[in-house]
């Protein structure tokens, strides 16, 4: 089974610029959650879409936004960038259980994105 | 709100030795508690879940405990290889209803020759 997939892995931008990162989950995983990793911060949960729905969201301001499409696959767009944005985009999934409990995540290899 | 501690922040050992890392969390209320392993530039790979009701977790050579009433949580590896070498993060999820992670900022361990 393939696993989490994130395009592209490398991004640069300018400031000003917006961008947008995708991931596809694993097959059959349903819900995603996408998570910035900085070496002042580390990782720092971001959102997560499960059924095409914005379930929880961390503490970010509103130009980082996402979908989730019929497919599973999620989006994730970041407007008005700013240099403290460059950092490492990581996407999870998981499976969803009938009661509505999330399995362990598995990870992508991250989008690196530099804002220049 | 959860916070995740993990200490130390980095690690040296030669190879063949046993070792424990630490991680602390000061709401006990978790759901389960995830240990992953991350190499420079990468993703995180998944090694062990250990559920709330679960005391331990096991694979290969990697143990992971669970004490809630204490709220810590320790990754033992045994027989270390340079293999190894890596960022090791624990992270917590509070709901099992809700993919948050709450991830310390990890132990760089390095396994030498």
């Known amino acids: 089974k393939a696993g989490v997939t994130q395009t592209p892995r490398y991004l640069i931008k300018t400031r000003g610029q917006q961008v947008t990162l995708s991931c596809s989950p694993i097959s059959g995983h349903r819900s995603v959650s996408w998570y910035q990793q900085t070496p002042g911060q580390g990782l720092q949960f971001l959102f997560e879409?499960?059924?095409?729905?914005?379930?929880n969201k961390g503490n970010f301001p509103g130009r980082f936004s996402g979908r989730q499409f019929s497919n599973s696959r999620s989006e994730m767009n970041v407007s008005t960038l700013e240099l403290g944005d460059s950092a490492l985009y990581l996407c999870?999934?998981?499976?969803?259980?009938?009661?509505?409990?999330?399995?362990?995540?598995?990870f992508g290899p991250g989008t690196r994105l530099t804002v220049l | 709100k959860q916070e995740v501690t993990q200490i130390p922040a980095a690690l040296s050992v030669p190879e063949g030795e046993n070792l424990v890392l630490n991680c602390s969390f000061t709401?006990?209320?978790?759901?389960?508690l995830q240990w992953f392993r991350q190499d420079p530039g990468k993703g995180l790979t998944s090694l062990l879940l250990i559920q709330s009701s679960q005391r331990e977790q096991t694979s290969g050579r990697l143990n992971a405990s669970l004490d809630k009433s204490s709220g810590r949580s320790t990754l033992y590896i045994a027989a270390s290889q340079p293999g190894d070498s890596a960022t090791y993060l624990c992270a917590a999820i509070n709901t099992g209803t809700a993919s948050k992670l709450t991830f310390g900022t990890g132990t760089r361990l390095q396994v030498t020759l």
């Open positions: 709401d006990s209320a978790i759901y389960n």
């Open positions: 879409y499960f059924s095409e729905t914005q379930r």
């Open positions: 999870a999934s998981s499976l969803v259980t009938l009661a509505g409990e999330r399995d362990t995540q598995y």
